[in-house]
């Protein structure tokens, strides 16, 4: 008995002992989780550390540099700006580099072309400029439902050419709500007309008020049969309008079945217009970036990876050379997904989206939810104005400094002999010009409160403005990059890279683009596209010089291929304004996502192979390609 009692208390203690060891295990991964990245911060560089110990030559000593860089830059244990300065620190103790030599690589040119991009771009965002811009562009495409997805792409898009893609997605979204909360209401409104309509068509003024007729009139015969008509009569009459009473409710349940059903119709589908409205604007904001050299960070990137690797390149890429290569294969992408996201949404109907029928007049209402935004914004003011014509003589400028096909004006009065003036400097001149313009006309009228002195105007800009607007942090990514650009050049790990990567001569040149692009366009769902595109470029750069193809056959399309992040909300700051923004769920971005990353990755290796190939000569491995990497 006692033998049997303690095996009785020794398998319930068993019994109770598993939960608490689940619940125990349970807390220490949770606590586990919560210490992650300091966890990551201590172990990484240990795992890694045999790497320079087993190698210890400056290729191996800069491979770990590298590998730990990105591994922290995936797992963003710590800030990416920070994981940007480990070069500072690497490569001199690793005796990779000297400081001075590194630190020169944070402040470059490419440096200087992004920085005056975005001062441009926060004084267009500081006077509201874009705004006005977006709305006119509506005013002009209109509210047709069928059309109206392509009137927003097409904005966003255009804005996030000279602006943040987040400014240009976070402005568009309130205002693509608005409009179809009052698409719908109108939609609501006109159903409830032309059911008022059909009542009174059907002879039907209420079905309501004729129950209560009906129901007068059943009354009153039973008066008449109370007074003495024959009972017969009186019950015969009563079946009749007993029949007549059902019959009327029948058809008023039907009615508000139809009304309910049409309702509930309606909910759907512009619950699903919703959906695709955000997508297409947050989808459209990463696609118009492509566009212009200083529209995504990537596209810099680029710049100054060839310009680094590859010195004696003659400025083959510059602001007018990628707008002509690149706003064909955006306007070719954005009309794809315009197209699938309006299938996947919306529907497709050619004849009503294309056809030429005349506009309804209920539309007047959602017209108006545009007119009374744009209303709000007044006339153009001075400084409007004046950054309008700064941003306009800017793009002209980067435009005709060295368009390639004739002499630019910056090769006739400053670069014959070297290339002093690039894209850098023009933007660092008319950005500057922000803070030299006051923001209103000077007045002798506009005096202080006392009346002693005279008021000036501020300027268009001021630098406590643009110290608490401008990314700082995109900056040290992008020295950050140049850095190990640099590094993986000095020490000689380019070189090794090439070397490894020979056999893939045997690949068809398109082939190893597209697998490329797949590789990069899946990595950078994941991690950020600016970390992906730096730390691709260079081997990318190394791969293209071993196997004698032209190097921005594959570096053009990977870097691309970095801004087709839509299957996640955590992607890009874009898609998670919009995910938070919207009734969306994470498998709705991951449906519409997925396809739009094969047309963007078949989109640009189309660009690449057509056009491409004659704007930059892509077929033949140019002179300034073949260097010899010391370590």
């Known amino acids: 008995m006692f033998c049997w009692c303690s095996c009785q208390r020794a398998n319930t203690s068993d019994a109770l002992s598993v939960p608490w060891n689940m619940a125990g295990c349970c807390a220490s991964l949770h606590v586990l989780w919560k210490y992650r990245n300091y966890i990551i911060i201590v172990l990484t560089p240990l795992l890694l550390l045999p790497l320079p110990l087993l190698i210890p030559t400056p290729a191996g000593k800069c491979g770990f540099a590298i590998i730990l860089m ?19 620190i690497l490569f001199p103790m690793l005796q990779i580099m000297e400081s001075d030599e590194v630190c020169i690589q944070y402040l470059k040119d490419s440096n200087m072309l992004f920085f005056g991009g975005l001062v441009v771009a926060i004084a267009v965002e500081q006077w509201n400029l874009h705004k006005r811009i977006a709305l006119q562009v509506l005013l002009v495409v209109g509210v047709k439902p069928s ?47 032309e059911w008022e309509m059909m009542a009174v068509n ?72 919703s959906k695709g409205m955000s997508l297409g604007i947050c989808y459209s904001a990463s696609i118009g970036g492509t566009a212009t050299l200083t529209g995504t960070t990537p596209n810099v990137i680029l710049k100054g990876q060839i310009d680094e690797l590859f010195p004696n390149n003659g400025g083959i890429i510059n602001y007018a050379s990628w707008f002509g290569f690149s706003f064909p294969n955006m306007i070719l992408t954005l009309v794809l997904s315009w197209l699938w996201l309006q299938c996947l949404f919306v529907g497709f109907n050619f004849k009503e989206s294309f056809g030429c029928c005349s506009k309804r007049s209920d539309r007047k209402e959602d017209y108006q939810v545009i007119k009374d935004e744009h209303k709000k914004l007044g006339r153009m003011s001075f400084a409007e104005a004046c950054v309008l014509l700064i941003f306009t003589l800017l793009v002209l400028l980067w435009f005709t400094r060295d368009p390639g096909f004739i002499p630019g004006w910056a090769t006739v009065l400053f670069n014959q002999h070297k290339k002093y003036v690039t894209d850098g400097t023009v933007a660092i001149l008319m950005s500057s010009l922000f803070f030299c313009i006051p923001s209103s006309l000077p007045s002798c009228l506009c005096r202080s409160s006392n009346g002693d002195s005279v008021e000036a105007p ?52 398109f082939a190893i683009s597209i697998l490329l692009c797949l590789l990069v366009a899946l990595f950078t769902e994941c991690s950020s596209n600016t970390a992906t595109t730096t730390l691709f470029l260079p081997i990318l750069a190394s791969m293209a010089v071993a196997i004698k193809i032209h190097p921005m056959y594959v570096m053009i399309p990977c870097t691309f291929a970095s801004n087709l992040a839509f299957m996640l909300p955590v992607a890009t700051p874009p898609n998670a304004i919009a995910f938070s923004f919207g009734n969306l769920k994470v498998m709705d971005m991951v449906k519409a996502g997925s396809m739009l990353n094969i047309i963007g990755v078949l989109t640009i290796n189309l660009a690449i192979n057509t056009w491409g190939v004659a704007m930059f000569d892509l077929d033949t491995f140019p002179e300034w390609a073949n260097v010899t990497v010391k370590p």
């Open 458 to 509: 501020p300027p268009l800009l001021s630098w406590s403005i643009v110290h608490q607007k401008l990314p700082w942090n995109t900056l040290l990514l992008l020295g950050g990059g140049f850095a190990l650009a640099h590094g993986s050049e000095k020490s000689g790990l380019s070189a090794w890279l090439g070397d490894t990567l020979i056999p893939l001569q045997n690949i068809p040149p």
């Open 202 to 273: 059907d002879g039907d003024e209420n079905p309501a008020f004729q129950m209560e007729d009906e129901k007068t009139d059943f009354d009153s015969a039973l008066d008449v049969q109370e007074n003495g008509f024959s009972k017969d009569a009186a019950k015969h009459e009563n079946s009749q309008e007993l029949r007549d009473c059902r019959e009327d409710d029948a058809y008023c349940c039907a009615k508000r079945a139809e009304a309910e059903q049409r309702r509930v119709q309606r909910e759907q589908k512009y619950s699903r217009l």
């Open 70 to 88: 990105a591994l922290f830059w995936c797992t963003e244990c710590i800030p990416l700006a920070v994981t940007a300065l480990l070069p500072v």
């Open 147 to 193: 059309l109206l997805m392509v009137g927003f792409m097409s904005t966003t898009a255009f804005l996030s050419m000279w602006i943040s893609n987040s400014a240009a997605t976070a402005m568009m979204l309130p205002i693509s709500k608005a409009v179809l909360d009052q698409l719908s209401d109108t939609e609501a409104t006109a159903e409830e007309k």
